[in-house]
T-cell receptor, first 117, second 113 residues
Framework: ETGVTQSPTHLIKTRGQQVTLRCSSQSGHNTVSWYQQALGQGPQFIFQYYREEENGRGNFPPRFSGLQFPNYSSELNVNALELDDSALYLC????????????????FGPGTRLTVL | SQKIEQNSEALNIQEGKTATLTCNYTNYSPAYLQWYRQDPGRGPVFLLLIRENEKEKRKERLKVTFDTTLKQSLFHITASQPADSATYLCALEPADSWGKLQFGAGTQVVVTP
């Protein structure tokens, strides 16, 4: 177990609704990244938060938004859900020490399975 | 366009043999290449990382090679065991996008006794 927790584990929504997914980082980690994994595909980078600020975004529309809190936990919000949003949503936490060219191992949570009907 | 390609067909292998997985990429300049293991319904688990200036990395029964000229990484599981059965993902960390991993689709490995 990585120490990264996500809630809920499963969620069913209908098209057009809004959803909030939550992630609790591993203790001491200051960076959270969110990924979307469709069935049979690899995870796709959505965005990353570092010390409560968005620090990079993948090719996802603005209806995907996020927050990082002072305790470094995070939320992913998706508005106006579409059928194609059905996927496993993964968060990963890491400790960014701020060093140039330094690798920061990411620890993934178990994911939230979202089904949009 | 940027692509990361892994064998889409499952790799079926007998226990004790070596499994070799391929990861090819185009239009990336990765600073790091990583391999993850993912079990059904679970998040990926980090296995190995190799830097752009490294040719080979080993960890127990795992070995990774990285050829930036061929734009290819090979991942080997030696003396494979049924417990090694899982999907293996390669991920690139571009030099201009620290921490923003770009994943391939993964290759499923099935090790039979």
């Amino acid at each position: 177990e990585t120490g990264v927790t996500q809630s809920p584990t499963h969620l069913i929504k209908t098209r057009g609704q809004q959803v909030t997914l939550r992630c609790s980082s591993q203790s001491g980690h200051n960076t959270v990244s969110w990924y979307q994994q469709a069935l049979g595909q690899g995870p796709q980078f959505i965005f990353q938060y570092y010390r409560e600020e968005e620090n990079g975004r993948g090719n996802f529309p603005p209806r995907f938004s996020g927050l990082q809190f002072p305790n470094y936990s995070s939320e992913l919000n998706v508005n106006a859900l579409e059928l194609d949003d059905s996927a496993l949503y993964l968060c990963a936490s890491s400790l960014d020490s701020g060093g140039l060219n330094s690798y920061n191992e990411q620890f993934f949570g178990p994911g939230t399975r979202l089904t949009v009907l | 366009s940027q692509k990361i390609e892994q064998n889409s067909e499952a790799l079926n292998i007998q226990e004790g043999k070596t499994a070799t997985l391929t990861c090819n990429y185009t239009n990336y300049s990765p600073a790091y290449l990583q391999w993850y293991r993912q079990d059904p319904g679970r998040g990926p688990v980090f296995l190995l990382l190799i830097r752009e200036n490294e040719k080979e990395k080993r960890k127990e029964r795992l070995k990774v090679t990285f050829d930036t000229t061929l734009k290819q990484s090979l991942f080997h599981i030696t003396a494979s065991q049924p417990a090694d059965s899982a999907t293996y993902l390669c991920a690139l960390e571009p030099a201009d996008s620290w921490g923003k991993l770009q994943f391939g689709a993964g290759t499923q490995v099935v090790v039979t006794p």
